[in-house]
């Protein structure tokens, strides 16, 4: 048996993951599809749309075999942690062939090579950073500054010949959109998969359609995630696949709510203030973000206008969005890379497939979680610690989708696992 691994949001489930599971069936022959898929917040750092067990329903529905939880450790942390984590859960799954991602360029080849090249020595990576810091310092957005110190890093004749200098010399063509958006997630994924020594294989699919922040009513390709969420607050679900629709629809007249960060923003602000001498031991928050959050908050009214007043040139819109939910949330800094995850949380799965699970069982390295009040008895008090922060993550989102709607929804402790 043959296995492909996804990392994945599906926020929500849309043609264009529909498309990507069948090309990666395609061009991996593989008999069972894996989605890692976050939970109920998403790594842009805001909530998830609708519940991960509608987003899993949605997946399984349009050809997804097992659906698993990305931990929210990694799940709102910046590219390099979430690629990691997504990587890591395949890899202590023990049967995954494939790790697959959807591209801009569609050339693992060239990623491989850029991956490698963020993978590489700390020796090696000096004159990379030492740009980069330069860059940044001299005004540039981190984003353009990390394109321009790797260019000149790699570009032919470069020092030391170990950062493979004729990725200087590709195509211009795929030279000029490397650092679009799946494409940076494609090389972290593969720097993950180097820095772990996983022996599955990276496999690119070409992206079709919209680009990753398109709006608009489409075109000839598939829309966009950020398209496909704003027209269905008007009740449009153009863009969801049949299969899925129904799940979705059913959602959507249970509960009748989509989320945004709005609805959070005064647990937001309490976790701010609750942790006000001790900001910078959370992720991604620097002592300059820190400083920010204790000068905007009592001057923001909503969490737009609080993120508005926090930003600056340097420092992106997503990354504070990520720290304020990684405060809330409890998502701290660790001192080293998990070499294997404690559990992975199953959300649902196709009857087909549970013999995959009995090769996790039989690792005996990592605990699929299944049902939380019958299998948290196998984890040991680190891995049931980092379990009880995925379960409050997702009773924070729950509890917010009651308030919203006015209806309840079973928490984690009762909830069944999703089989079709």
């Not at 890379?337 to 087909?352: A, D, S, V, W």
Request: include cysteine.
């Amino acid at each position: 048996m043959s296995v492909a691994g996804i990392i994945c949001e599906y926020n929500p489930f849309h043609e264009g993951h529909k498309y990507m599971i069948q090309k990666v069936t395609e061009k991996t022959g593989a008999d069972t599809i894996v989605a890692v898929m976050n939970g109920d917040f998403v790594q842009r750092g805001a909530p998830a749309v609708v519940d991960k067990y509608t987003r899993a329903h949605m997946a399984l529905m349009e050809g997804a075999d097992l659906v698993f939880e990305l931990p929210v450790r990694f799940g709102i942390s910046s590219a390099p942690d979430f690629a990691y984590g997504g990587i890591l859960a395949l890899e202590s799954l023990s049967f995954v062939d494939f790790f697959c991602f959807g591209s801009e360029c569609g050339d693992v080849t060239v990623l491989e090579e850029a991956g490698r090249f963020f993978a590489g020595s700390a020796g090696d990576l000096e004159p990379f950073e030492a740009e980069l810091s330069r860059l940044v310092r001299s005004g540039m957005s981190y984003p353009a500054a990390r394109e321009t110190a790797f260019w000149k890093a790699v570009r032919p004749g470069s020092r030391p010949q170990s950062l493979r200098s004729e990725l200087g010399s590709v195509d211009i063509a795929v030279r000029s959109d490397l650092f679009a958006p799946n494409n940076l997630l494609g090389m972290e994924y593969i720097k993950a998969a180097e820095l772990l020594h996983s022996c599955m294989q990276p496999v690119a699919i070409r992206r079709a359609g919209m680009g990753y922040h398109e709006r608009g009513a489409g075109g000839d390709g598939f829309l966009s995630a950020t398209a496909i969420r704003e027209n269905m607050l008007g009740g449009d679900l153009s863009g969801i696949p049949e299969g899925g629709r129904g799940v979705f629809a059913e959602y959507a007249a249970a509960y009748g709510c989509f989320l945004d960060p709005e609805p959070f923003w005064a647990a937001c602000s309490y976790a701010i203030r609750s942790h006000w001498e001790e900001l910078e031991r959370f992720k991604d928050v620097s002592a300059e973000i820190a400083s920010r959050f204790r000068t905007c908050l009592y001057e923001s009214v909503s969490f737009a206008d609080f993120v508005a007043r926090c930003k600056a040139k340097h420092i992106t819109m997503t990354r504070i969005c990520r720290c304020v939910f990684q405060v809330l949330l409890g998502v701290e800094k660790s001192a080293e890379r998990e070499r294997r995850l404690p559990y992975i949380r199953l959300l649902g799965m196709r009857n087909g497939a549970a013999g995959c699970l009995k090769r996790v069982r039989e690792a005996g390295e990592t605990v699929v979680v299944a049902r939380v009040s019958r299998d948290k008895e196998q984890l040991d008090a680190e891995g049931w610690r980092k379990l009880e922060q995925d379960i409050r993550a997702s009773d924070v989102y729950r509890g917010t989708v009651m308030a919203e709607s006015g209806k309840r929804l079973p928490d984690e402790y009762k909830r069944r696992l999703i089989t079709i």
